[in-house]
T-cell receptor, first 116, second 116 residues
């Protein structure tokens, strides 16, 4: 069965510092990978996705993520954090084939707090 | 462009009362539709998904039901609410099996349900 682990429940980072959020997955086939961000009381917004090709993918808001097949990881990074990046971040995996329902499996989330 | 709407945005209901949450999608046809729940401080739990009108798959046994009376309308219901039904309910869509945007999900703004 597929699973997604985000080992860090909370991360506190100073504004301007770099940020890295970890994501490890277990999936029986080649997965598609996603990072979503959720601001308090809001829905989820897609930051970036990896389907194939270059393993370093760029997303919105200055985020990037690197797919490492050998480590089953898809870590999210941002070189310099802004106060507006305070939110909860979710990693997700899904099927790379068109299967009925196209269900995604989400990690438990990492809450990011930004200190001034 | 596609948009997804949910209403109401917030709802406070007494235990034992009925529930109806609505989700509609614009700008696409034959989407896959999903209902998720987020309990306080928890990740996302997939409740139901639908690949077409009248086709509902339930992921977890519970006090809730879902219906899809029209192609772009997805309704979450309960006959009698429990305290444990409190949470943040998110609707999402993805492209249908023959469409584009198949592999990624797009989320609505959510409904905050409090059962007292």
């Amino acid at each position: 069965a597929q699973s997604v682990t985000q080992p860090d429940i909370h991360i506190t980072v100073s504004e301007g510092a770099s940020l890295e959020l970890r994501c490890n997955y277990s999936y029986g086939a080649t997965p598609y990978l996603f990072w979503y961000v959720q601001s308090p009381g809001q829905g989820l917004q897609l930051l970036l996705k990896y389907f194939s090709g270059d393993t370093l993918v760029q997303g919105i808001k200055g985020f990037e993520a690197e797919f490492k097949r050998s480590q089953s990881s898809f870590n999210l990074r941002k070189p310099s954090v802004h106060w507006s990046d305070a939110a909860e971040y979710f990693c997700a995996v899904g099927p790379s084939i068109k299967a009925a329902g196209n269900k995604l499996t989400f990690g438990g989330g990492t809450r990011v707090l930004v200190k001034p | 462009s596609q948009t997804i709407h949910q209403w109401p945005a917030t709802l406070v209901q007494p235990v034992g009362s009925p529930l109806s949450l609505e989700c509609t999608v614009e700008g696409t046809s034959n989407p896959n539709l999903y209902w998720y729940r987020q309990a306080a401080g928890r990740g996302l739990q997939l409740l139901f998904y639908s690949v077409g009108i009248g086709q509902i798959s339930s992921e977890v046994p519970q006090n809730l039901s879902a219906s899809r009376p029209q192609d772009r309308q997805f309704i979450l219901s309960s006959k009698k609410l429990l305290l444990s039904d409190s949470g943040f309910y998110l609707c999402a869509w993805s492209g249908g099996k023959e469409g584009s945007s198949y592999n990624e999900q797009f989320f609505g703004p959510g409904t905050r349900l409090t059962v007292l």
